[in-house]
């Protein structure tokens, strides 16, 4: 299947996902501002409320507790076991059935203990707001995100929308070795069921 073309507007302050390699299948996407999780922009109904933007002071006291100075830039100081949504900074169109899924970097989680805990989120070709990615400090200490950084990852994919048909019960399904045997895997050892 050819390249597909996909159409993205950047947000102010929004960084162009980027594949860090030529055979790279995910596309780092960076860290445009921490964003409510309940509240939209009232300004801009397709974007959740901006709580801190990395430039200004933010208004809230919960928040601004989190904000520090560091050398020249202000960062927010996660505590530890503390989760926040953060926005990409953009929106896509995307031809349907592609979608995007939203998967943690792995050496934001191995080296320093910060993944993201909606992965893989699903970002569907009708979806026209900027994604969100639940970022969690699993750490017993705190962690300064800066603007800017690559905090997750994006990956592309088509989906497969097959028909639905009901049948009445399992049998009609058809047996196999496996029957029911795991929770849809085929677990360590690879048996299907314990005999």
Same mark, same amino acid.
């Given at each position: 299947?050819?390249?597909?073309? !996909?159409?993205? %507007?950047?947000?102010? #302050? ?14 780092? &996407?960076?860290?445009?501002? !921490?964003? =409510? @999780? ?7 109904? @397709? ?8 430039? =200004? ?17 202000? @960062? ?6 503390? =989760? &926040?949504?953060? $926005? ?15 998967? +943690?970097? *792995? /050496?934001?989680? *191995?080296?320093? $203990?910060? %993944?993201? %805990?909606?992965? +893989? ?10 994604? $969100? @990615? ?20 994006? !990956?592309?994919?088509?989906? &497969? ?6 049948? *009445? =019960? ?5 047996? %196999?070795?496996?029957?029911?045997? #795991?929770? /849809?895997?085929? /677990?360590?050892?690879?048996?299907? *069921?314990?005999?």
């Amino acid at each position: 299947m050819a390249n597909p073309k !996909i159409k993205i %507007t950047l947000l102010p #302050g929004g960084r162009m996902p980027k594949r860090q390699s030529g055979e790279a299948a995910g596309y780092d &996407v960076a860290l445009r501002a !921490i964003v =409510s @999780v309940t509240e939209m922009d009232k300004e801009n109904p @397709v974007l959740r409320k901006t709580l801190f933007d990395f430039a =200004s002071y933010p208004s809230d006291p919960d928040v601004a507790r989190h904000v520090h100075q560091l050398n020249d830039e202000m @960062v927010y100081r996660m505590d530890a076991g503390e =989760s &926040v949504l953060a $926005g990409i900074g953009f929106l896509t169109a995307l031809p349907f059935p592609m979608f995007y899924w939203v998967a +943690p970097r *792995s /050496g934001l989680a *191995s080296k320093w $203990g910060i %993944t993201v %805990t909606n992965a +893989p989120g699903t970002v569907d070709a009708d979806y026209r707001g900027e994604a $969100g @990615v639940l970022v969690f400090n699993r750490n017993a200490k705190p962690f300064d995100l800066r603007r800017d950084m690559r905090i997750a990852q994006i !990956i592309f994919q088509w989906a &497969v929308i097959p028909g639905m048909i009901e049948v *009445s =019960s399992a049998d009609d399904l058809g047996s %196999t070795d496996r029957s029911a045997g #795991g929770f /849809g895997s085929t /677990g360590l050892g690879g048996s299907f *069921s314990k005999k």
